[in-house]
């Protein structure tokens, strides 16, 4: 069983999930030794684009997600002008 939690009104549309990419979470984000999350690469999340050298704590939303909720599950998203067009996340059980 698959749970799917999305974050764009237009990735609620089935067909547009089946289009996406997985991507790994340790593939995308690093998990550094102070227990905080770095994109290893440029990623745009909900209007807002991150990249390498800013740190996510836990309990703080960068674009309204606080990525320590879904840290392992897949993150489902698209290649967008040379960054990763984050739309959600998928928790394989």
């Not at 340790?26 to 999350?37: I, K, P, R, T, Y």
């Amino acid at each position: 069983m698959k749970t799917f939690l999305c974050y764009t009104e237009r990735s609620t549309n089935y067909f547009f999930y089946i289009m996406q990419n997985n991507y790994k979470f340790l593939d995308v984000f690093q998990e550094n030794a102070d227990g905080s999350l770095t994109p290893k690469r440029q990623i745009h999340v909900n209007g807002i684009t991150f990249g390498p050298g800013v740190n996510f704590q836990k309990g703080v939303a960068f674009g309204g997600i606080d990525f320590h909720l879904y840290k392992y599950w897949d993150i489902v998203g698209q290649e967008q002008n040379g960054a990763l067009n984050i739309t959600g996340f998928v928790q394989q059980e």
